[in-house]
């Protein structure tokens, strides 16, 4: 079997999620962070502060990518880390006042790109859009949890 790349929604994602993230990333890196990076950082500028596994499940990123991505901003000053009094395993993880610029500027940017992929698009094509992408998400979770399950 070939695949019809051009109709495959898989690959379009990707080509789209590619694109996003080479452009975006070059803005980025202006700012010292990366695409990760900022993601993380949007997460704790939206919700104040967060553990380790709020942030992995935000960003649809695996534990070792966000751990090493904190430590990371925390070498850059961007992020400060406190472990919870009543269990030491639990990361509480929140932005400083440089992290906090940092954030904004990376939502600037998002923004941008936000408003970029959606010219020409409608308003009902755009809810659509995103009512169309938080189900194949949740197709995936559910694929996941089957799998797991399974094992």
Do not use: W
Not at 23 to 36: I, Q, R, S
Request: with cysteine; glycine share 4%; charged share 25%.
């Amino acid at each position: 079997m070939i695949l019809d790349l051009d109709e495959h929604v898989p690959f379009l994602l990707y080509r789209v999620a590619s694109k996003l993230m080479t452009e975006a990333n070059a803005e980025y890196k202006a700012l010292g962070v990366n695409t990760m990076c900022s993601r993380i950082l949007m997460v704790l500028l939206r919700d104040t502060t967060a553990k380790v596994g709020d942030l992995c499940e935000a960003t649809s990123t695996d534990q070792s990518t966000v751990s090493h991505t904190l430590i990371k901003l925390s070498r850059m000053g961007l992020i400060s880390k406190r472990r919870q009094l009543q269990d030491n395993r639990t990361v509480r993880v929140t932005l400083t006042p440089k992290g906090t610029e940092i954030a904004r500027r990376c939502t600037d940017i998002a923004v941008r790109y936000e408003e970029l992929v959606r010219r020409g698009l409608s308003h009902e094509q755009i809810e659509t859009l995103k009512t169309t992408l938080r189900q194949l998400f949740e197709n995936l979770a559910e694929f996941e949890m089957s799998t797991a399950t399974a094992d």
